[in-house]
């Protein structure tokens, strides 16, 4: 966390434990930010029936870093021979060590972009596992399922939201001046209008938002952020997000 000192002040509101490299890169380039998760992890056992899914898959995908971490601590990434993909960089990089060897992933780092890889137009008949956390966006399952696919889900880990006192938050961020909220989710986005009393909607909807998809953009406006306030990262890796955010400071200082 830094001080407030230039009159732009990032609000970060990544998951728990996701967000040390984006902070570092933060307070290198000088940037006055403060730390707010609204959800964390906790892992799921996996059952039995996973163990053999896994091991009969014909292509198995990993939604997010947390899936990736979460199996790996009681599965062996390393046994798993079929292709793998993962939805965006960071989540490959993260399965890439933990497998040991090449990893699929999508320039477009969205369930999109991952339908649209080459590598899965033609899956008809094949068994797919996905690894992901509780709920999520259901797209990928039915675009491959649309393309004949069977597709099984195992649960590595969950998102909980923390136990917040909205109000005090509301007075904390109004202190420090946030005037720029970065969110990575639309569940985090929902718990933000959801934690903070209803007083404090204007104050949110006030601020400069910087997202990571379109779908996240159409959540805000219905949450009635003006659409002049918000702004859209390339992805949700760090150097995307912090490009984003340093472009953004540029502009309210101009």
């Known amino acids: 966390m830094q001080p407030y000192c230039d009159g732009f002040s990032v609000l ?137 696919a069977k597709v099984h889900y195992v649960q590595s880990y969950r998102r909980v939201p923390l136990p917040l006192d909205g109000q005090r938050l509301s007075d904390q961020w109004r202190s420090q001046q946030i005037q720029c909220i970065v969110v990575t989710s639309n569940e985090i986005l929902t718990l933000l209008f959801q934690c903070l009393p209803s007083s404090a909607h204007p104050w949110l909807t006030s601020r400069q938002w910087i997202l990571i998809s379109p779908r996240m953009l159409e959540s805000a406006v219905a949450l009635g952020i003006p659409t002049s306030h918000l702004h859209l990262a390339d992805s949700a890796n760090d150097a995307a997000l912090l490009d984003a955010i340093s472009t953004l400071r540029r502009k309210f200082h101009e």
């Open 12 to 148: 970060i509101t990544r998951p728990a434990g996701r967000a040390d490299s984006l902070l570092a890169g933060l307070e290198q380039a000088g940037i006055t930010h403060f730390y707010q998760p609204l959800i964390t992890t906790q892992q799921v056992p996996i059952r039995p029936r996973d163990k053999e899914a896994l091991q009969t898959a014909d292509l198995v995908v990993f939604v997010s870093i947390a899936a990736v971490t979460s199996l790996e601590s009681q599965y062996d990434l390393t046994s798993l021979t079929q292709p793998l993909f993962a939805v965006g960089r960071s989540t490959a990089s993260a399965l890439q060590r933990g497998a040991g060897r090449a990893v699929l992933a999508p320039q477009d780092q969205r369930s999109e972009g991952l339908l649209a890889m080459p590598e899965l137009q033609d899956v008809a008949g094949k068994t797919i596992v996905i690894i992901r956390g509780n709920a999520g966006r259901e797209l990928i399952k039915s675009g491959l399922i649309a393309r004949g």
